[in-house]
């Protein structure tokens, strides 16, 4: 298991026109959201224009979840809809999307034969949640909200505050991984899978 974690403190944010954002992980490595060559790509957002346009991204399937407030999204030609906290809707980067409503935000965007989800996790202490990793195709992403979690893969062991993220790639292995909280503690799960693309 190849396992990177990036601390609250290492992340830089940026000012979008709505906004800011913060780039929490991208693969292949180097590659930019700018130049749209990536796999995939994590990030959070905050929306402070109380209306605001989506960059178009064609291409790139989109997965956005709601941390904070009410966000109502109309896809254009397609379905209106309205989130609210931790709920989720996955659409495509090609469609003109306005959404309305101040929030902060958690965004998966993947390209080519990628596909992701995203949820929330509430996980107790002494409750441990298990990765199996059977498939070499599965990307593991944690993101924490609240709380402290204990990740252990095999002999490594890394505790995780909020505003950590960790991205797991799996290798070859029957080890299965786990996480627990040492005290409760609440997370965004991603998982990707590749389908071979690594």
């Known amino acids: 298991m190849k ?35 990536f796999l995939f790509r994590i990030s959070t957002a905050r929306v402070e224009a109380e209306t605001s346009t989506f960059t178009r991204l064609p291409g790139v399937r989109r997965v956005i979840m709601i941390l904070d407030g009410q966000l109502e999204l109309k896809h254009v030609g397609h379905y209106s809809k309205t989130l609210q906290k931790y709920e989720t809707d996955v659409f495509s980067g090609d469609w003109e999307t306005i959404s309305r409503g101040k929030v902060t935000d958690f965004n998966l965007m993947t390209t080519g034969e990628a596909t992701g ?36 893969d095999g002999n490594e062991n ?19 991984s786990a996480l627990k909280a040492l005290e409760e503690s609440e997370f965004v799960l991603v998982m990707i899978d590749v389908h071979g693309s690594l």
Not at 11 to 31: C, D, E, K, N, V
């Open 3 to 37: 396992v990177f974690i990036t601390r609250k403190q290492e992340l830089t944010t940026s000012r979008w026109s709505g906004g800011t954002a913060t780039q929490l992980a991208i693969y292949p490595h180097g590659t930019t959201l700018q130049e749209r060559n």
């Open 117 to 152: 989800t995203i949820e929330w996790v509430k996980i107790y202490k002494d409750k441990p949640i298990m990765f199996p990793f059977s498939d070499e195709g599965n990307v593991l992403g944690i993101y924490v909200l609240k709380g402290i979690l204990n990740y252990q």
């Open 158 to 176: 890394e505790i995780l505050e909020p505003g950590s993220f960790l991205l797991a790639f799996p290798e070859l292995s029957e080890e299965q």
